[in-house]
């Protein structure tokens, strides 16, 4: 194993773990998932952890009773060793796919699916990033308030985080769902304008006022004398009257 190990959202989600015993564990599920085993010294793994010895001693001997891991006494050249492995048992309850390949890859874990287009493997915090970068593009567009309201429906995680909802849609077409979350924007807010008293033709001359990219109304010939009638009478009562 490299000079780091790698931290899982299963190993939290699916089997609990935090802290030292998440640390330790993810320490031994490197190796293992290299297809070497684990037989580090206890000065080893309090380098890589910070912990103390008994600290280590101590959350090796809870992971090993709760069956997370496995442990074997073994003897080389005489001297006495300990050798720690997963337990397969629990990775596949948290649908953890054990490939016998040559490493013996532990390859598929919950909240991470493969890109088909280029092999890669995502988890789900990746892919709410790239969902939310995928969205800026559409900022000048569409603005940036309507871009995170949508962002924040469709990135919605499932109780498991396996997945975002909008990876549950049968069909999905980004700027299609793009265009009709703005058409029903668009109506609400015209919606909006008639709500709070006033007639509808008021209601219409002042959203037309307002808004005239939105609604263009169109007076008729009756409408517009009538109108400037009253906008002549209040003129002359210096526009202290209402209607």
Same mark, same amino acid.
């Given at each position: 194993?490299?000079?780091?190990?790698?931290?899982?959202?299963?190993?939290?989600?699916?089997?609990?773990?935090?802290?030292?015993?998440?640390?330790? /564990?993810?320490?031994?599920?490197?190796?293992? !998932?290299?297809?070497?085993?684990?037989?580090?010294?206890?000065?080893?793994?309090? $380098?890589?952890?910070?912990?103390?010895?008994? %600290?280590? &001693?101590?959350?090796?001997?809870?992971?090993?009773?709760?069956?997370?891991?496995?442990?074997?006494?073994?003897?080389?050249?005489?001297?006495?060793?300990?050798? /720690?492995?997963?337990?397969? #048992?629990?990775? %596949?309850?948290?649908?953890?796919?054990?490939?016998?390949?040559?490493?013996?890859?532990?390859?598929?874990?919950?909240?991470? &699916? $493969?890109?088909?287009?280029?092999? &890669?493997?995502?988890?789900?915090?990746?892919?709410?990033?790239?969902?939310?970068?995928?969205?800026?593009? /559409?900022?000048?567009?569409?603005?940036?308030?309507? &871009?995170? !309201?949508?962002? #924040?429906?469709?990135?919605?995680?499932? %109780?498991?985080?396996?997945?975002?909802?909008?990876?549950? %849609?049968?069909?999905?077409?980004?700027?299609?769902?793009?265009?009709?979350?703005?058409?029903?924007?668009?109506?609400?807010?015209?919606?909006?304008?008639?709500?709070?008293?006033?007639?509808?033709?008021?209601?219409?001359?002042?959203?037309?006022?307002?808004?005239?990219?939105?609604? !263009?109304?169109?007076?008729?010939?009756?409408?517009?004398?009538?109108?400037?009638?009253?906008?002549?009478?209040?003129?002359?009562?210096?526009? !202290?009257?209402?209607?």
């Amino acid at each position: 194993m490299g000079r780091h190990y790698v931290v899982y959202g299963w190993m939290r989600q699916g089997l609990g773990l935090k802290g030292s015993m998440l640390e330790l /564990y993810a320490l031994v599920y490197g190796y293992n !998932a290299s297809g070497r085993e684990f037989t580090a010294s206890l000065d080893y793994m309090c $380098e890589w952890t910070g912990l103390s010895k008994k %600290q280590v &001693i101590d959350n090796m001997k809870r992971l090993c009773d709760k069956g997370y891991l496995n442990k074997c006494d073994i003897r080389d050249n005489g001297m006495k060793m300990c050798r /720690y492995e997963v337990d397969e #048992g629990w990775l %596949q309850k948290v649908n953890v796919v054990v490939t016998k390949g040559k490493l013996g890859v532990y390859e598929t874990t919950p909240n991470i &699916i $493969e890109n088909n287009n280029n092999n &890669i493997i995502l988890s789900i915090e990746e892919r709410e990033w790239k969902f939310r970068e995928d969205l800026r593009g /559409y900022e000048g567009r569409y603005g940036r308030d309507m &871009i995170e !309201a949508f962002y #924040g429906y469709w990135s919605e995680p499932t %109780q498991d985080r396996m997945k975002m909802k909008w990876e549950l %849609q049968e069909t999905w077409d980004v700027g299609r769902r793009l265009e009709g979350w703005s058409k029903r924007e668009s109506k609400n807010q015209f919606n909006n304008n008639f709500k709070g008293g006033g007639n509808t033709l008021n209601s219409a001359l002042n959203y037309g006022t307002n808004n005239q990219k939105c609604f !263009a109304y169109r007076e008729t010939e009756n409408e517009r004398r009538i109108r400037e009638e009253r906008e002549a009478i209040v003129a002359e009562l210096g526009g !202290a009257y209402e209607w």
